[in-house]
């Protein structure tokens, strides 16, 4: 599967944006899941969703904030992200999930290339 992330850019804090990831290929895996890095951090885990029938899960730190949704015919998923913060500034990668832990990105096989997301304040 190839996944290709979309939609970041710079906003200020309390503003929104709609981040995207399209997938193409055979898509085997049963979650599709958003991380975040920072230089010289890890990558965090932001939100899954069960490609079936979307059933979400969330990092406690996005949680109420941030929306993951998807349309399993067209092969995207969304994540849309309202009340931002400049915490939540990151490169924001979308991935498929392959066995694991969710919130763990060594659980994820295949990565798109991750879209700069920049929350000012």
């Known amino acids: 599967v190839q996944l290709q992330a979309c939609g970041g850019g710079l906003v200020q804090a309390g503003g929104s944006l709609r981040l995207s990831c399209a997938a193409s290929g055979s898509t085997a895996s049963t979650f599709l899941g958003w991380f975040r890095q920072v230089p010289g951090k890890e990558r965090d885990f932001v939100a899954a969703?069960?490609?079936?029938?979307?059933?979400?899960n969330y990092a406690t730190s996005v949680k109420g904030r941030f929306t993951i949704s998807s349309d399993h015919v067209e092969k995207l998923m969304y994540l849309q992200m309202n009340n931002l913060r400049p915490e939540d500034t990151a490169v924001y990668y979308c991935?498929?999930?392959?066995?694991?832990?969710?919130?763990?990105?060594?659980?994820?096989?295949?990565w798109g290339q991750g879209t700069l997301v920049t929350v000012s304040s």
């Open positions: 969703i069960r490609w079936s029938d979307g059933y979400p």
């Open positions: 991935a498929a999930h392959n066995s694991g832990p969710l919130y763990d990105h060594t659980s994820y096989s295949f």
